[in-house]
């Protein structure tokens, strides 16, 4: 039996296991890319991250639905713009576009990718509700603010349960009530983009946005909400108090998880630090893969310092992964079948059962990446030191089928391995006795004889009795030798 799923949630602080609102149903949010600059290497820690978690989950039994928003309205977007003398909509285009290629590279792969601009309507009406409900109120100017004195739980996610520590958005302090309030909709400054709403022309701030769409596509309650540390306060705070506040739904989300920083340095990787390295330099250098396996080797919720020391080590691991597939492929093709397993040959086949084992007890444990990876390598051991001269079917076979499971789930080989049985080899094996039974109707033996002599190499054994055959695989191998 594997072991229990438990997850680290930073809500309560606490391990927590996983249990889904609905049965057998997982529902997960991500905070995607505010789509003004180029991807780098810390954005793609995070969506990595998620997507092994996903696949996990998914190789544990649960299906889950996989939402990434992009946001393609905001400041930052229209400061862009406005610096580059280009069109708001020319910038988005251009990194909604490299943002998607840099998930192809990564082997990233999400459900659902809503974009802001296509929700305003759904967004009006969170607001308005929002201030029907007495949680929101309209300035002057047409802006309005979520009324942060309204929602008492307010600080719990991020840990800073003290007013002073709450201040945000400075710039606006005029119009607030309060210094910690926070914009649901901002009035339009000439020049800006806008759209038609009841409070007039305007957008919407930075952290409804995903109150709404995560609730459109996953429901007023779901399982997961992730993005990175740095998101913590004021977003997810921010999202949660909109959210709980609208809907009533307490608790809104189960489990809030989030990613540790990339650091270089002392500093994290940030687009306003000016220290980014983009995703698709490192693809180009290393590979998407290896950047892939390099972000498996650290724990999620910890700061990783990026170098080019520790790609070059992922690399070398990575390619003896690689290996080792290739080496199971061939053996598949050699295998002998003895009938009868060696001591010997038990004790390697625990070994290779302990490491899936582990690699599950690694996984189901908040999540823990690395270890998994200690126990791909020890595979990858077993496999080379044990199993390479010593080509049992039972061997080959069990270290092929951990090895396809493991990288289900972790999803780094350049050629994902293929069954070493063929699922409808039995419909192959029918249409060579029908052509042998027709070589014997036309009595060409020689040719009839050679058909049996092949299958019967490859486990297949024929009887013949009359004009009629019939055969049993006693030998489980693939017919591709």
């Known amino acids: 039996m594997l072991p229990e799923l438990k997850i680290y949630n930073t809500l309560t602080k606490t391990m927590e296991r996983i249990q889904p609102v609905e049965p057998g149903l997982l529902k997960m949010y991500v905070c995607g890319p505010t789509v003004y600059d180029s991807t780098h290497v810390g954005h793609g820690r995070a969506y990595v991250m998620y997507d092994v978690f996903k696949r996990y989950l998914n190789s544990r039994g649960y299906h889950v639905i996989h939402v990434m928003n992009i946001t393609d309205i905001d400041d930052k977007i229209i400061?862009?713009?406005?610096?580059?003398?280009?069109?708001?909509?020319?910038?988005?285009?251009?990194?909604?576009?490299?943002?998607?290629e840099a998930l192809n590279s990564l082997n990233v792969q999400v459900d659902h990718h809503p974009r802001v601009t296509q929700h305003i309507d759904e967004i009006i009406e969170f607001i308005q509700k929002l201030i029907e409900r007495g949680h929101a109120y309209v300035t002057p100017s047409g802006s309005v603010y979520f009324d942060v004195n309204t929602y008492e739980d307010y600080g719990r996610l991020s840990g800073r349960l003290v007013k002073e520590a709450w201040s945000q958005e400075p710039d606006f302090l005029?119009?607030?009530?309060?210094?910690?309030?926070?914009?649901?909709?901002?009035?339009?400054?000439?020049?800006?983009?806008?759209?038609?709403?009841?409070?007039?022309?305007?957008?919407?701030?930075?952290?409804?946005?995903?109150?709404?769409?995560?609730?459109?596509y996953l429901g007023e309650r779901f399982d997961i909400h992730g993005g990175g540390t740095d998101l913590i306060f004021p977003h997810h705070e921010n999202e949660r108090a909109q959210s709980e506040s609208a809907l009533g739904s307490k608790p809104w989300v189960s489990v809030w998880m989030h990613v540790g920083m990339l650091m270089v340095g002392a500093d994290k990787m940030s687009k306003s630090l000016k220290n980014i390295v983009p995703i698709k330099e490192v693809v180009k250098k290393w590979g998407g893969r290896t950047l892939?396996?390099?972000?498996?080797?650290?724990?999620?919720?910890?700061?990783?310092?990026?170098?080019?020391?520790?790609?070059?080590?992922?690399?070398?691991?990575?390619?003896?992964?690689?290996?080792?597939?290739?080496?199971?492929?061939?053996?598949?093709?050699?295998?002998?079948?003895?009938?009868?397993?060696?001591?010997?040959?038990?004790?390697?086949?625990?070994?290779?059962?302990?490491?899936?084992?582990?690699?599950?007890a690694a996984l189901s444990e908040d999540f823990n990446t690395p270890e998994a990876v200690a126990s791909l390598n020890e595979f990858t051991t077993i496999v080379f030191r044990d199993i390479q001269h010593n080509p049992k079917y039972i061997l080959v076979n069990t270290a092929f089928r951990i090895l396809r499971e493991f990288d289900n789930v972790f999803g780094v080989l350049?050629?994902?391995?293929?069954?070493?049985?063929?699922?409808?080899?039995?419909?192959?094996?029918?249409?060579?006795?029908?052509?042998?039974?027709?070589?014997?109707?036309?009595?060409?033996?020689?040719?009839?004889?050679?058909?049996?002599?092949?299958?019967?190499?490859?486990?297949?054994?024929?009887?013949?009795?009359?004009?009629?055959?019939?055969?049993?695989?006693?030998?489980?191998?693939?017919?591709?030798?």
């Open 79 to 100: 400061n862009r713009a406005r610096d580059e003398n280009r069109d708001w909509m020319e910038i988005v285009e251009t990194y909604t576009k490299e943002y998607l």
């Open 174 to 216: 005029s119009e607030k009530k309060n210094p910690y309030d926070f914009a649901l909709w901002k009035a339009a400054k000439p020049g800006e983009p806008f759209w038609e709403s009841p409070w007039g022309k305007g957008r919407p701030g930075w952290h409804i946005e995903c109150s709404v769409m995560s609730t459109r």
């Open 292 to 360: 892939r396996y390099w972000y498996l080797m650290s724990h999620y919720r910890k700061p990783v310092s990026f170098s080019e020391e520790s790609l070059e080590i992922a690399s070398e691991q990575l390619k003896r992964l690689n290996q080792v597939s290739s080496l199971l492929q061939k053996l598949g093709k050699e295998a002998v079948e003895p009938h009868k397993a060696s001591d010997e040959d038990l004790k390697i086949l625990r070994s290779l059962l302990k490491t899936h084992y582990s690699f599950h």
């Open 414 to 481: 350049e050629t994902p391995p293929e069954a070493l049985v063929e699922e409808d080899v039995d419909s192959y094996i029918k249409i060579l006795v029908d052509v042998r039974k027709e070589l014997r109707n036309r009595k060409m033996y020689d040719l009839a004889d050679m058909i049996r002599s092949e299958l019967g190499r490859l486990g297949v054994t024929l009887s013949d009795k009359g004009p009629e055959t019939t055969w049993i695989r006693v030998k489980k191998q693939a017919l591709n030798k």
